[in-house]
């Protein structure tokens, strides 16, 4: 029997959960958009999810949760944030079974294409049949802070300023603490949508936050951070955890008190945390090296911490031409039906 007949795929169920979150966790290219969790949480928010697993020999090894949003008008898009995850040894045979079954579900759907969104730094050639996507997901430039060094080195690693701002916070004795209680939730929302409107950047409402937060606060996969100076929360952060990095999700700050640097104790408190927890990197999530992009604020803040640029081969797309000329054909007839009334 030859390796190719012993790769198989099927529809995950609350059985594999567990093996599912160990692979997760185990592989290099993971992300916790791949996680059980993260896709009951998109479920809240109305996502429809399909969780797949490949299997050699009985053995689970790789696989995707696939999300598509529906939409009415038939032009879904299925697709796979951090994912696929493939197996090692056969990921041409592995991308293959998983493109098989997204055009199943995608006939079912409605959906005209699969784009994928994996953490990998370079295209393979087995990606001959996907096109680089006009839109990204996932950030796909960050910047990643190595944990495994001792906490000197960690901070002599790091840009003169950062070190001197997270020894100012200290002096100051600005108070951190991070919980998993809902009653952080509005606390953190707060800074957040002040952020938000002084950025002028897009801001999930209140209530992804709650079904985000009440959702992964039950696998202990989330935290918040608050920093709090003379009674006032003027620096709060959201952390998530998958396998072996924390990722900074969101953030918010006031403009109260800036003199203290809140937001580097906040940030490196995160990191301490992280490491205790046996984390190896602490994921900036977002960052650029252009001088007029939307991150570069953020970036130049984030680049104080040092760390090491990542950047990945961004979100690409596979299209199901037969179910994208239905969509036309049937998005031109709804038109002239229109024009005619």
């Known amino acids: 029997m030859t390796h190719q007949n012993q790769l198989t795929i099927r529809k995950l169920t609350q059985k594999d959960q567990e093996n599912w979150q160990i692979l997760i966790n185990n592989s290099q290219f993971s992300s916790f958009m791949q996680t059980w969790t993260w896709a009951d949480f998109k479920e809240l928010e109305g996502y429809k999810t399909f969780r797949y ?15 598509l949003y529906p939409h009415t008008n038939k032009a879904n898009l299925l697709i796979s944030p951090g994912g696929p995850i493939l197996p090692e040894n056969y990921p041409e045979e592995g991308i293959n079974l998983l493109l098989k079954t997204a055009e199943k579900i995608a006939q079912t759907m409605g959906g ?105 606060f039950t696998t202990n996969m989330i935290e918040i951070g608050l920093a709090t100076w003379k009674g006032e929360i003027i620096a709060a952060i959201l952390v998530i955890y998958c396998g ?51 991150y570069t604020k953020f970036s130049q803040f984030k680049s104080r911490f040092g760390g090491t640029y990542r950047k990945t081969i961004g ?17 031109f007839q ?8």
């Open 112 to 216: 005209i294409a699969f784009r994928i969104e994996p953490n990998w730094h370079e295209k393979p050639d087995y990606l001959q049949g996907f096109v680089r996507s006009p839109a990204d997901l996932l950030p796909n430039e960050t910047l990643l802070i190595d944990l495994r060094p001792d906490n000197e080195q960690i901070l002599a690693a790091m840009k003169p300023k950062g070190r001197y701002n997270i020894r100012l916070s200290q002096r100051y004795h600005v108070n951190i603490e991070f919980s998993n209680d809902s009653q952080s939730i509005p606390l953190f929302y707060d800074l957040f949508w002040e952020t938000a409107q002084r950025q002028n950047f897009f801001a999930e409402p209140y209530g992804f936050f709650i079904n985000l937060c009440q959702t992964l």
């Open 53 to 67: 697993g490949l299997f050699l020999n009985n053995y689970l090894v790789g696989g995707c949760i696939y999300y």
């Open 244 to 294: 072996n990095v924390a990722t900074y999700l969101y953030g918010g700050t006031s403009l109260l008190h800036r003199e203290v640097m809140a937001s580097y104790g906040l940030h490196w408190e995160a990191m301490q945390k992280a490491k205790i927890r046996g984390c190896q990197f602490y994921d900036f999530y977002g960052f650029t090296k252009e001088p007029n992009h939307a």
């Open 334 to 341: 709804t038109l002239i039906g229109n024009k005619n009334e």
């Open 315 to 331: 979100a690409h797309d596979y299209f199901f031409y037969d179910q994208l000329a239905d969509t036309l054909i049937s998005l």
